[in-house]
């Protein structure tokens, strides 16, 4: 099959036999130039004027409808006076103009003839460019069919579409958030002045952000003539198009094909609707690779699950959700236990300074919107700062924790999403974006449904296994945590304040009275109390506080983020609340030796036997707290 160029080549040699001067011009990003011609041309301000008339109107145009513009030029030609301009067309557009030149008046009926003539060079140039693109569709379908990867997809894509329109770079770009992530991108002549163009647009031009916002595509046919919109991409790269490529339901343009070419471009209409015809081929590819992926990584989630303990499971399902759910750049994962819900894994938050913040359900029932059906059946919402206040909402649902104030400042949408199990909601994923009102959308929430169904399975079986390591973890008697937690605790934190350079207080607690109980009354009322001095300890301390019973009526509590001064009153709580227990006119008392980080060690066995030679003190003293 001829190419194009081919036919529009072979046009004069074709009218070679006829008289005069034959030429064939094409449009460009200046106006329309000499492609070929049958002998030598010269400049004719006649011709010009035929030739940029049939371009303007679509239909021929001859010298005598120039006699005005000959008297204008004062100008009397002795050579060929008379032009025929006639437009060739590919469908409907006109992509040449033939253009004939001679000393005699061209007749109606060779003005027929050679219009004819044209219609059927114009067929042939439309049934070339039908041939490219059912070929390009073809070879672009048979290439994606077999790329089971979103990588795979792109790759195949960039080779065949550069190829094709003769461009000489592409790159398939992905926004995520304020900026764009090349997925994948193909260089054809290894020019490393253009690698550099095309990839510093990638920050610099705003074009690529008008495309995101408007879903149309931008054609360029010469970037010499737009540098002040471009920038430094000027004199690198001639030539550029950004366009679309559409996946369903998005609210706006998330994925984006850039090509470019070193000299300047003139793209044809018949060339832009098969680069959106190719796009719209691309897109639905990228949307079967992306829902595989989706599978994939649930998969791989639930061949973890086995062996991942829960905190590291949390931690792995939020930053799935937020690399597979469109329009998410941060998140945070609440995980109920028993009442209320805790932060259990975040992205783009610090979770350390989360952790000491809880939730009722109604609380989350407020941020979530107040719908009571919509949260028992586990169906995602949007909230966006375009139609109401994210900060506003959040101080609704949380009390004004300044923490979550300053984090939900930032954020201008958030999906949020109930994960259900057998009608329980067992966690609250939110998903945040900074940047974008319309971040999520149909797709988003399309892509919610499909992941939390699997994951809801997922955690309630992290729960179950975490249920049962806190019940290998704690006190049967007095349902606070043993000895077992209490080292696994105070290793944490240990960790956790050096790594933060955070205090935290070391208190041990040794009950006095407490063997004349047992002794007098019997182990059923020893049990009574040690189950009332445990409730009188949780009465005193915050939800962050660790308190174990360490054995026999000794008892500790490990302090996050408190200094001695601090703890020396808790712990005189703690002596108060304790005195205040009697049964059957016996009462109770506490000797506590405490240990600050980093003041009085900064490893454990250290802080272990500061605290315990302070409380032996206590009990020598017969006072309820010794402290250096």
Known sequence: MPSREQVLNTIPELLAQQEGLVTVWLPDQSGLRLHKATGQWKPDPFEQAAIYEAYRQG???TSKETEIGRRRFSYRQKSYCNNLAIPLCERDEVVAILNLRRYRAFQPREQACFEHFARTISNRLSWIAEQAEIQLLNQLSASLASAHSIQGVVDRAMVLLVSALGMQQGVILQQLGSSLRPLGHYD???????????ESILTENPLFWEVHRSGRPIFINDLTQEASSIGSMAGRIGSLVIHPIALPDTPRTRVMLCLAHSEPRWWRQSEQELLALACRSVGLALEGAIARKRLEKVLELSGQAALSNSENLYQQVLDAAVELIPGAEAGSLLVRKGERFYFEATVGYDLESLRGITFREEEHLVWYGGDLEGWQKGEARILSNEWTSIRNESVKSSSSEPTLRAYTERIQSNLAIPILYQG????????????????????????????????????????TRQCLKEAAMTDSLT?????????????????????????????????????????????????????RVAHALQQESRESDGLFRLGGDEFAALLPHTPAEQAIHVAKRYVNAIQAISLQGLGLS????????????TEKEALMHIADEWMYAAKEQAVGLVHG
């Not at 054809?188 to 095309?198: D, F, I, P, R």
């Not at 350079?501 to 047992?518: A, R, V, W």
């Not at 506490?590 to 060690?601: F, Q």
């Open 188 to 198: 054809a002549t290894a020019n490393q002045s253009m690698v550099g163009g095309l």
């Open 59 to 61: 239909s021929s145009a």
């Open 479 to 531: 349902g606070l945590a043993n000895r077992r937690a209490f080292n696994s605790y105070f290793d944490e934190e240990l960790i956790r304040s050096k790594r933060y350079h955070q205090p935290f207080t070391l208190l041990l607690l040794d009950l006095q009275g407490f063997k004349t109980i047992n002794d007098r009354l019997g182990h059923a009322f020893g049990d009574e109390a040690l189950v």
């Open 590 to 601: 506490a000797n506590i030796g405490l240990a600050a980080y980093p003041e009085d060690g």
């Open 424 to 463: 329980n909601v067992l966690a609250l994923l939110n998903l945040d974006n900074f940047h974008g009102v319309h971040a999520f959308g149909k797709d988003s929430l399309e892509a919610a449904r499909f992941f939390v169904t699997p994951v809801a399975t997922l955690l309630h079986e992290a729960h």
